[in-house]
């Protein structure tokens, strides 16, 4: 009785490409890794876009290469010379045809070991799903043509991908930038070590997501206490063991906190607290790991974490095949989670109490300087000076405005009073009016950052109102706005009670 055959090829090959890889530079990410396992000093990634729009990803490395009878074994689904090996990024053998064929449907594999012999093989999604491919086709002698298709390399190998349909952008400009920033995060490390990156010809900057270290990323951090260093046995096999090393970082508060929240974004600042995780040289993930019952706060955006380990530490790590997620062991859990736990309360209870010592030397809230600094895209504020009346004109031609929101003030029935005085337009604010009372001052005691930012923009809004009614002209206008300032703040007493 025939049977039926392990894998329907036609249906796995189609459900594969929908396996685990999270975006483009992940699956990217698996052949740098076999570029660097394979001894390249330095990987070109080229993404080009034909006039029909169709889009193809070349990785070119200067790596050992692959004579012919490694070639096939590298394009099957689990097939690997180092399959199961802990001594490097790669185990499974299935990073090339999965992150390959996740982003494209053709994938061609050229390597040698010696330029003038180059051998070549592939997979092809649609003749596998029309029946024409039903395994790894025998490598064949690649002869090339033109100039640009010679190596430039004694030995090494490239992974060109076609029919590429499953990229995350469309435009060739936004793919290389995502690129830039993934990669040059993942790999860090190598690129600290000299390995080389380059995509599109530009060579990839590190960044590190501790601020620690140089690289296209904002530097200040300082270390949090020595490194704590783990001692394991993999699988608890006797006689061998195998190290985690846990270092923290804490953010120069003082130095950024006066960054928009537009740059803490772009940076990195802002909700970029967590742990990055390390294995084998390489980031695999990041996320709030391994912090026991401690939550994430918005004070935590002010330190972090990276944890190494080597790959014997898998199994402990849940780390998967596609080496982009962890899911720890509860027993790595009740070894790590106690310390990391302890000190991340301690940094958020540092950062909370240095964010508010910043806070009370500050000689302006933030508000009044965004104000200030964007004052000139509005039109000329004029004003009528006093007894001599001069008039005095603020804006793009005119003298600078200032901003100065008053606390001191509270004979008046509306909630705040604006005004200007000298070169600065004053908000008075009324601190005996409800809204002040259950609102506004408790903002300014939290301490929080949501609510720090709550306050700047409530500050930012009567500011505005504030300009809005300085710069009425006639005499009829300013009255009418003193009326509807304060019936507004009666308004609003009434709705607090």
């Known amino acids: 009785m025939a049977g039926y055959p392990l894998v329907a090829i036609r249906s796995f ?89 996740s982003q494209a449907r053709r994938v061609d594999v050229y390597s040698w070991t010696n330029p003038h012999n180059i051998w070549s093989s592939y997979l ?89 270290r140089e690289g296209n990323n904002l530097v200040g951090a300082e270390p949090y206490g020595p490194p704590l260093t783990y001692d394991l046995s993999p699988g608890g096999a006797a006689g061998i063991r195998s190290q985690i090393v846990v270092r923290f970082v804490v953010l120069p508060i003082e130095k950024w906190h006066t960054l928009s929240n537009e740059e803490k974004n772009r940076y990195g600042i802002s909700k970029g607290a967590g742990v990055s995780l390390i294995r084998a040289g390489r980031e695999i993930d990041f996320g709030w790991y391994l912090m026991g019952s401690k939550r994430k706060e918005n004070y935590d955006d002010w330190w972090r974490c990276e944890i190494a380990f080597d790959p014997d530490l898998d199994e402990a ?52 300087v965004v104000a200030e600094k964007r004052d000139h895209l509005m039109q000329p504020l004029k004003v009528q000076g006093g007894a001599a009346s001069l008039s005095k004109k603020f804006g793009s031609n005119g003298t600078r405005l200032g901003y100065v929101i008053d ?6 029935l509306s909630f705040y009073v604006p005004s200007v005085v000298r070169d600065n337009l004053k908000v008075a604010l009324n601190r005996d009016h409800n809204f002040y009372q259950k609102v506004y001052q408790p903002l300014l005691g ?30 009829v206008d300013k009255e009418v706005a003193v009326r509807l300032r304060e019936g507004w703040s009666n308004v609003l007493t009434a709705f607090l009670d």
């Open 446 to 475: 939290e301490g929080q950052v949501e609510a720090a930012l709550a306050l700047e923009h409530l500050q930012l809004l009567l500011l505005a109102a504030a300009r809005a009614e300085c710069a009425l002209r006639s005499k």
């Open 124 to 212: 092809d999604v649609d003749e596998i799903a029309a029946g024409r491919q039903l395994g790894v086709p025998e490598p064949v002698r690649f002869k090339p043509t033109r100039a640009e298709e010679y190596p430039s390399s004694p030995s090494g190998t490239s992974v060109v991908l076609t029919k590429c349909d499953r990229l995350d952008y469309r435009r060739v400009r936004t793919q290389v930038k995502r690129l830039h920033a993934d990669l040059g995060r993942i790999f860090r490390h190598q690129l600290y070590n000299g390995k080389a990156l380059r995509i599109n010809q530009e060579p990839v900057r590190a960044i590190d997501p501790l601020f620690f």
């Open 13 to 101: 090959i189609e459900a594969t490409r929908d396996s685990g890889y999270k975006s483009t530079s992940s699956a990217i990410a698996e052949l740098v890794d076999n570029a660097f396992e394979a001894e390249a000093t330095a990987v070109d990634v080229v993404i080009v876009e034909d006039e029909e729009g169709t889009k193809s990803i070349s990785v070119t490395d200067d790596g050992t290469g692959m004579p012919a009878s490694t070639m096939q074994l590298a394009l099957q689904f689990g097939g690997s010379t180092r399959f199961n090996s802990r001594r490097g990024a790669g185990r499974y053998g299935m990073g090339l045809p999965n992150g390959s064929l």
């Open 317 to 368: 790590f849940g780390v998967t095949h596609t080496k982009q997620k962890v899911n720890p062991t509860e027993e790595l859990n009740g070894i790590l989670a106690p310390d990391l736990e302890r000190i991340a309360r301690e940094l958020n209870g540092i950062v909370r109490k240095r964010y508010l010592a910043v806070r009370e030397e500050d000689k302006q809230f933030r508000s009044e």
């Open 407 to 412: 606390e001191t003030t509270a004979n008046a």
